[in-house]
């Protein structure tokens, strides 16, 4: 059953650009705000294991300091003074556990924030929490945390997407008003679509990376999980910023990302790639895409169909270059530097293979094999040599297609939210669960996913993707298409 808010006493649901209206009007402070989140994620995350801790004390402090802001005590507010946020756990949080969702990080608290997590804290926000995710963000369905897999709120049977489960979950059942995740091949625009909420990944190098924990440090990219995409605006325009400690930042100009916003596209140019309507995309899904293709040229866009050929090498490339960075990038947890360690091992080679057998997931494991294979001796220039050039390739075709469009459009998932478990035995067909996103990385665009209607009471994504550093446009035609539809509007019955 769809639930439509209606009531302002539903406040956790409501986008947060609203919530913040009614801190300035003094209708609710944040620190009531902060303590009735944090009540909400008591009460129905049991059922979702969407959220791995709750920062209870930090969170009061800083509610209590954004209240002392919003009453112009301090510095400027922003529109996320005194929002609750929710930070995926590959994110460090200086004083609170930051784990990965691994086991071999179990006890590990890191001495300093993430960049991100400085900037939220700089805008105001109140950090509630850190959200689930698969085993080092490598997978799709959120089913690979070594602390118990997440369920999706509207239908607990169904997995939430991944590797960002916990954030787009606890979005969409209200237990936060907005949370970062990270995307390295589509783990923040896949579960918004799975969970009906609204996910960007910005253009590579738009938002800093220091302080993640790195998957595949070339494709990484930290994003805005949100209810709609003036919120993604916002919560972008406090996270986008130049960085030195991160030397793949980039130095580009940072505009008010919200500032294009309209609910018009008219003269706007999209295309539709047919290499994304794959072959076994779910009816529904296909048609629910459709139905979106007749939203946006009513609102004045012109749409044709385009094709992107090589779309269909962007799996196997990603899934050369991603395992073979995890592999270099996992290579440092070995049990001595920090966190858990097996408790046997007779030398130093066999207590790091055994703290790595044991405290690796199976998941984690198949990549390390997979890139460690990949980047060996006689097969580097066959594999991850030969996928680093098709990557060019592709990122060229993107290239040509953007001199014709000014946007793409796709579905985000060829399917809505499969049952839990029933692509565990099935690493191929999880992996095909990214198939829509997974470009987007490669070449390093941005892409946005915005709810765009049901199939079987399950929600279905709209991907909008634009060229490099084309983030407003990506906003703005993804802003028009949800002020057209209500679908933003809807949350689950939990």
């Avoid at 012109?302 to 090498?313: A, G, K, N, V």
């Avoid at 459009?409 to 198939?435: E, H």
């Amino acid at each position: 059953m769809v639930t439509r808010v209606s009531r302002p006493s539903d406040i956790h649901f409501l986008p947060a650009h609203e919530i913040r209206k009614m801190l300035d009007s003094r209708d609710l402070s944040s620190a009531e705000l902060a303590r009735s989140t944090l009540a909400r994620i008591a009460e129905v995350d049991e059922e979702l294991n969407a959220v791995l801790k709750t920062i209870e004390d930090g969170a009061l402090a800083m509610a209590d300091e954004a209240d002392m802001r919003l009453r112009g005590s301090g510095p400027e507010p922003g529109p996320l003074t005194g929002i609750p946020v929710l930070v995926k756990d590959n994110m460090s949080t200086a004083g609170t556990e930051t784990t990965a969702a691994s086991k071999i990080l179990s006890g590990y608290v890191p001495p300093f924030d993430a960049e991100v997590v400085s900037r939220l804290k700089d805008a105001g926000a109140v950090i509630v929490g850190k959200g689930n995710l698969d085993e080092f963000a490598m997978g799709s369905s959120n089913e690979h945390s070594a602390f118990g897999h997440v369920n999706n709120p509207w239908d607990t049977s169904r997995v939430p997407g991944g590797s960002s489960g916990g954030a787009a979950a606890a979005v969409a059942a209200g237990e936060c008003a907005a949370a970062l995740g990270s995307d390295t091949g589509g783990s923040i625009r896949q579960p918004a679509a799975l969970c009906g909420v609204v996910g960007m990944k910005p253009t590579y190098g738009l938002v800093s990376r220091y302080g993640l924990i790195a998957f595949a440090s070339s494709l990484d990219q930290i994003g805005p999980i949100t209810r709609d995409v003036r919120d993604c605006a916002d919560v972008l325009n406090a996270i986008a910023s130049h960085d030195s400690k991160d030397s793949t930042s980039v130095a580009a100009p940072f505009e008010d990302f919200g500032e294009k916003l309209s609910n018009d596209l008219d003269g706007m140019r999209l295309g539709v790639p047919q290499e994304y309507l794959v072959e076994g995309i779910e009816p529904g899904v296909r048609s629910a895409f459709e139905e979106s293709l007749e939203v946006l040229r009513s609102l004045g866009a012109t749409i044709e169909e385009t094709s992107l050929p090589l779309t269909d090498q962007a799996l196997a490339v990603y899934y050369i270059i991603a395992p073979s960075e995890a592999s270099a990038n996992l290579s440092r947890y070995d049990g001595v530097k920090y966190g858990s360690a097996a408790d046997d091992g007779l030398n130093a080679a066999e207590f790091s293979q055994h703290t790595r057998g044991e405290m690796f997931g199976d998941e984690v494991k198949r990549r390390i094999l997979i890139g460690t294979y990949a980047l060996s001796a006689g097969y580097y220039d066959a594999y991850y040599k030969k996928a680093q050039q098709v990557r060019t390739l592709i990122r060229q075709e993107f290239t040509e297609a953007f001199t014709r469009f000014d946007a793409l459009v796709t579905p985000t998932s060829p399917s809505i939210a499969f049952k839990t478990g029933a692509r565990m035995n099935d690493p191929l067909q999880m992996y095909l669960a990214d198939v829509c996103t997974i470009p987007v990385n490669i070449a390093g665009l941005p892409g946005i996913s915005v709810p765009a209607g049901f199939s079987e009471e399950m929600p279905v994504g709209l991907q909008v993707i634009g060229p490099q550093f084309g983030d407003p446009t990506v906003l703005q035609v993804a802003h028009a298409y949800e002020q057209a539809t209500d679908w933003h509007r809807t949350h689950p019955p939990i």
